[in-house]
């Protein structure tokens, strides 16, 4: 298993740009999310998905789009960058299970994004 | 104020010593408390996880809850070079969703040869 993997690693882009950040998983996991990492601020959750078709924001959803055609990706989606989005980004997955119980989540290995 | 409240060091310790690492939470909603360390340029990577009170115990780490403080602590013994990584703590609800996850901003730990 690969288990999450992100694409690309890095990437600078000037404000105004758009692009997306992949992310895949090979485990079924039916629990797909995004978070943003920024010093001193630890990560805060940005969208998720608990299934295919299913989205939902999280803490800091405002500049990013994110949809879900099928279990394995869960594409980030950055509509117009901004300086503010300087950032670095990890996609996380796990099983879904009951609100009863705790699924670990799997991180990937991140992409770091900067902005000028 | 912040739900969940970690400081961030950073924490300086000599191998061999035991460390202590704590968060406190102000949401008493808050069922499951888990440990994440993350290696610098890595993602983070589950260390314990724990539901409600209690202690829990893998090897040389041990996880404490004190829900009536709202506190919790992570405590490694016989430190070592290896465990140099940021320590995040992590919470979430019971019936939450599985990745409605908060997380502290991380104590960055060097252990010293």
């Known amino acids: 298993n690969a288990g999450v993997t992100q694409t690309p690693k890095f990437q600078v882009l000037k404000t105004g740009q758009s692009m997306t950040l992949q992310c895949a998983q090979d485990?079924?996991?039916?629990?797909m999310s995004w978070y943003r990492q920024d010093p001193g601020m630890g990560l805060r959750l940005i969208h998720y998905?608990?299934?295919?078709?299913?989205?939902d924001q999280g803490e800091v959803p405002n500049g990013y789009n994110v949809s879900r055609s099928t279990t394995e990706d869960f594409p980030l989606r950055l509509l117009s960058a901004a300086p503010s989005q300087t950032s670095v980004y990890f996609c996380?997955?796990?099983?879904?299970?009951?609100?009863?119980?705790?699924?670990?989540?799997?991180f990937g290995p991140g992409t770091r994004l900067t902005v000028l | 104020q912040k739900e969940v409240e970690q400081d961030p060091g950073p924490l300086s310790v000599p191998e061999g010593a035991i460390v202590s690492l704590n968060c406190t939470y102000s949401?008493?909603?808050?069922?499951?408390f888990m440990w994440y360390r993350q290696y610098s340029r890595k993602g983070p990577e589950l260390l314990m996880y724990?539901?409600?009170?209690g202690n829990k115990e893998d090897g040389r780490f041990t996880a404490q809850v004190d829900k009536s403080s709202k506190y919790i602590s992570l405590f490694i013994r016989d430190s070592q070079p290896s465990d140099s990584a940021t320590y995040l703590c992590?919470?979430?609800?019971?019936?939450?969703?599985?990745?409605?996850?908060?997380f502290g901003k991380g104590t960055k730990l060097s252990v010293k040869p």
């Open positions: 996380a997955s796990s099983y879904s299970g009951s609100g009863g119980s705790y699924n670990e989540q799997f």
């Open positions: 724990t539901y409600s009170s």
């Open positions: 992590a919470m979430r609800k019971y019936g939450g969703s599985q990745g409605n996850l908060i």
């Open positions: 949401n008493s909603a808050f069922q499951y």
């Open positions: 998905s608990v299934g295919a078709g299913i989205t």
């Open positions: 485990m079924n996991h039916e629990y």
